[in-house]
């Protein structure tokens, strides 16, 4: 049973440049969502996808927009890149509303670096 | 903001019980409380939730006061392997027709010492 896949695991781009991160979610689940995570911080959370559409979104700029795919795999772009969008980026897949309270679970990240 | 409150670091001895405390006093009748650990450059791993009750799996048990105001994790045989950070998060099941996000502290450094 495959568990959160994503790609790639490490990028590196320059100031001004556009990125796109790719997740597959775990087997079954339909939600997911993506994080940001700058080194020695908690993780923090851009937005949730379900359904195909943005469901939350957190505090973050218009740079960030995502997609969902009808197979429930789910693009992060960033457009503009700046220095301050170097970090760890985290998708988590999970089961929507209506199948109890279920666990978000997390891939190994996308480690961005900008030059 | 995060809702919890955890010490930034603990020790424990490799085979005794680590016991991580949770404070969450603003907690409401609708919020979980969730453990997550992350080890280095690995992406967060779900331990253990529970509303009310406590619970227990493979991984942990936890803990929770009746006031549901603080919570504990138990890691009952710590071995090297569990030297992580620990998050405590408190979660709304249904956030406006959709499922809560989790909103992550600093959580807890654990080290497992031989």
């Known amino acids: 049973d495959a568990g959160v896949t994503q790609s790639p695991t490490h990028l590196i781009k320059t100031r001004g440049q556009q990125v796109t991160l790719r997740c597959s979610p775990k087997s079954g689940h339909d939600t997911v969502s993506w994080y940001q995570q700058a080194l020695g911080q908690g993780p923090q959370f851009i937005f949730q996808?379900?359904?195909?559409?943005?469901?939350q979104r957190g505090n973050f700029p218009d740079r960030f927009s995502g997609h969902q795919f009808p197979n429930y795999s789910s693009e992060l772009n960033v457009n503009a890149l700046l220095l301050g969008d170097s970090a760890l980026y985290l998708c988590?897949?999970?089961?929507?509303?209506?199948?109890?309270?279920?666990?978000?679970?997390f891939g190994d990240g996308t480690r961005l670096s900008i030059l | 903001d995060a809702k919890t409150t955890q010490p930034p670091s603990m020790d424990c001895a490799e085979g005794r019980a680590a016991n991580l405390p949770c404070n969450h006093s603003t907690i409401s009748g609708n919020e979980y409380v969730y453990w997550y650990r992350q080890i280095h450059s690995q992406g967060p791993q779900y331990i253990i939730h529970g509303l009310k009750n406590n619970e227990t799996n493979e991984m942990a048990s936890l803990i929770i006061t009746e006031d549901r105001k603080s919570s504990t994790l138990i890691l009952p045989h710590a071995t090297l392997r569990d030297t992580a950070v620990y998050y405590c998060?408190?979660?709304?099941?249904?956030?406006?027709?959709?499922?809560?996000?989790?909103?992550f502290g600093k959580g807890t450094k654990l080290s497992v010492k031989p």
């Open positions: 988590a897949s999970s089961l929507a509303l209506g199948a109890g309270n279920q666990p978000q679970h």
């Open positions: 998060i408190v979660r709304v099941e249904d956030y406006g027709g959709s499922q809560g996000n989790l909103i």
């Open positions: 996808y379900y359904e195909e559409e943005e469901r």
